[in-house]
């Protein structure tokens, strides 16, 4: 069975880079899917934020190009999210996802980072 | 603002049926057959219950139907449950120069 697990610090600080990565296991990364991130902000609804293919191949939602990137590590089954210049409005559950056909399917339980100084 | 539009709310009394609505445009919902959709309760990570317009992962009750006419895809609960009050949200591939994914802004089943 897949499962996906996030990592990374609860608290960022304003203008900062936020750094999540996901571990997988039960499932070779180097296999045929895409692997994301989704966001929930407190109390709201879910944003794609952007996909990865192990061969490097990404996919980022349009409004937050050029502060968000996403990477993978073949070596350690994971892969990782960064965004840069946060603000309260990034404030958020991250989940990570395998993704097939543009339809996330498993997800990780989800971490909690809270944009605050 | 939500990609896709769903309404905020929806009802139904048990045995009842009751359908979501998740309109997009050409590009998204109108234009590609990869509607999923996810059901959450409250504190719980979203599980997929429709892929590709009408697909049912493995373990999903046949209650749970999707359909899509031109942009406008929908979800069906019949049979409604208790445990089907939940939040719902429908995503779609979004084509173009930049291909990614858009969600609704979800839709709160209420069972009465």
């Known amino acids: 069975q897949v499962q996906l697990q996030e990592s990374g610090p609860g608290l960022v600080k304003p203008s900062e880079t936020l750094s999540l990565t996901c571990t997988v296991s039960?499932?070779?990364?180097?296999?045929?899917?895409?692997w994301g991130w989704v966001r929930q902000p407190p109390g709201k609804g879910l944003e794609w934020i952007g996909t990865?293919?192990?061969?490097?191949?990404?996919f980022y939602k349009p409004s937050l190009n050029g502060r968000v990137s996403i990477s993978v590590d073949t070596s350690k089954n994971q892969f990782s999210l960064k965004l840069t210049s946060v603000t309260a409005t990034d404030t958020a559950v991250y989940y990570c996802?395998?993704?097939?056909?543009?339809?996330?399917?498993?997800w990780g339980q989800g971490t909690l980072v809270t944009v605050s100084s | 603002q939500s990609a896709l539009t769903q309404p905020p709310s929806a009802s139904g009394s048990p045995g009842q049926s009751v359908t979501i609505s998740c309109t997009g445009t050409?590009?998204?919902?109108?234009?590609?057959?990869?509607v999923s959709w996810y059901q959450q309760h409250p504190g719980k990570v979203p599980k997929r219950m429709i892929y590709?317009?009408?697909k049912r992962p493995s373990g999903v009750p046949d209650r749970f139907s999707g359909s899509k006419s031109g942009s406008t895809a929908s979800l069906t609960v019949s049979g409604l449950q208790a445990e089907d009050e939940a939040e719902y949200y429908c995503?779609?591939?979004?084509?173009?120069?930049?291909?990614?994914?858009?969600f609704g802004g979800g839709t709160k089943l209420t069972v009465l």
């Open positions: 996802v395998r993704e097939i056909a543009s339809s996330p399917d498993f």
């Open positions: 039960g499932l070779s990364i180097s296999s045929d899917y895409y």
């Open positions: 990865i293919h192990h061969t490097g191949r990404t």
């Open positions: 050409s590009t998204d919902v109108g234009g590609y057959n990869y």
């Open positions: 590709e317009v009408s």
């Open positions: 995503s779609s591939h979004a084509g173009g120069n930049n291909p990614h994914v858009v």
